[in-house]
């Protein structure tokens, strides 16, 4: 974000009304981090009142508490259990429906989202890399998913810097954080009284000039520049390597699957919360009358038994086969679809595993203890 210093902004606290109520005059509705039953979520922002000021987020191998920030620092929490990816990806809707005319003909009809402007401020560098592995996925050539793309196009993103990175972060050692790079519409740093303001396209340019900040000074720059590069040496997960794609392939039947399947629940947890997995079922839900039907998508995970289901058998019956499928997937087999891991380094699903499994752990074991 700060590859053009001069064209940076300094927009103290007390504008920050200010770019809410701009982006609400635009017809966005504002969506931020807000605490909700002792996490932060992304909710409807009245105003920078609902934001969740003073507090960090602490988190450890199944462990998230929110904790006081002796700095009061509006975005100095890491993360919360949610990404963009609800905002784009739903996780269930409806894409068509059938009805029965009054001839006893059946008539289809594609459902299409509403999908209103929403303008998302708080968004973090490792959800910003996750959205454009979403994009890959559900904009690819000749395969667009008219329901993500309806809702993404409306999204205008305000990504923000980390400066606190919880135990569980290691975007430094996947390349995606903690500073924003690309992908936001604008993107803030924030400082003791205010934040480096900078856009990353046309209409976050065109918002910045309407709030007429002064242009940042090169100390505050470089003060931003410094607190990313302190949040990137503070995280101490990583993980192995950015392709391990041949490791892990290599180590298919490594006994240290069987470890972690004792310990795994197969609960889905990482998976509803990891912000790169697409996997959905679908579903029909006709009506008692049988005079029509909704045909639905919802979220679904690997670790389920149903997800292996395929013509009378399963091909993964056993939760060592669904972790592996899940790790592998993630870490290998996405570079072949993707050309690159399917981990951002958000470290989600580290702290909501409730057994508190760890994918840098269960890699490292895999990897470095080498070929058993
Ligand atoms: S790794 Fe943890 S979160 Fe994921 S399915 Fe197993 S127990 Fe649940
Ligand atoms: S695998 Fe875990 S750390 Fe990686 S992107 Fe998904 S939730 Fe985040």
Do not use: E, Y
């Given at each position: 974000m700060f590859s053009q210093p001069d064209r940076a902004g300094f927009m103290p606290f007390a504008q920050l009304p200010s770019l809410v109520s701009r982006l609400s005059a635009l017809g966005y509705r504002c969506l931020g981090p807000t605490r909700e039953n002792g996490a932060i979520v992304m909710r409807e922002l009245e105003s920078p009142a609902d934001l969740p000021r003073g507090l960090q987020a602490e988190q450890a191998p199944g462990h998230y508490?929110?904790?006081?920030?002796?700095?009061n620092r509006y975005f100095a929490w890491s993360n919360g259990p949610q990404a963009i990816k609800p905002l784009s990806f739903a996780p269930q809707e409806s894409l068509w429906r059938v009805e029965r005319d009054e001839a006893g003909s059946l008539r289809f009809a594609a459902v299409l989202p509403a999908a209103d402007k929403q303008a998302i401020i708080g968004v973090r560098a490792c959800d910003l890399a996750a959205l454009a592995l979403q994009d890959a996925h559900f904009l690819r050539a000749g395969r667009r998913d008219p329901h993500y793309a309806r809702r993404r196009e409306q999204l205008f993103l305000v990504a923000v810097q980390c400066a606190e990175p919880a135990s569980t972060c290691f975007c430094a050692s996947t390349g995606d954080g903690p500073t924003p790079t690309a992908g936001y519409d604008l993107a803030l740093a924030e400082l003791?009284?205010?934040?480096?303001?900078v856009a990353g396209s046309d209409k976050g340019d065109a918002v910045l000039k309407t709030l007429s900040l002064a242009p940042a000074t090169s100390r505050q720059i470089e003060a931003a520049r410094q607190q990313g590069a302190a949040a990137a040496a503070a995280q101490t997960r990583r993980l192995p390597g950015r392709n391990l794609r041949d490791a892990l392939m290599s180590r298919l039947e490594h006994p240290r699957w069987d470890e972690v399947a004792a310990r795994c629940l197969a609960c889905g947890n990482c998976t509803a919360v990891c912000p790169t997995c697409f996997c959905h079922a679908e579903i029909d839900e006709p009506a008692l009358n049988g005079q029509a039907s909704r045909h639905e998508r919802i979220w679904d995970s690997c670790f389920g038994e149903s997800h292996g289901h395929l013509h009378g058998f399963n091909v993964r019956p056993d939760i060592r086969s669904r972790y592996r499928q899940w790790l592998t997937h993630k870490l290998a087999t996405w570079h072949d679809q993707f050309g690159r891991s399917g981990c951002v380094g958000c470290g989600r699903c580290i702290a909501w595993c409730?057994?508190?499994?760890?994918l840098t752990e269960e890699t490292a074991a895999l990897i470095e203890g080498g070929q058993p």
């Open positions: 508490r929110l904790t006081s920030d002796p700095h003791a009284d205010g934040f480096v303001a409730p057994v508190g499994i760890d």
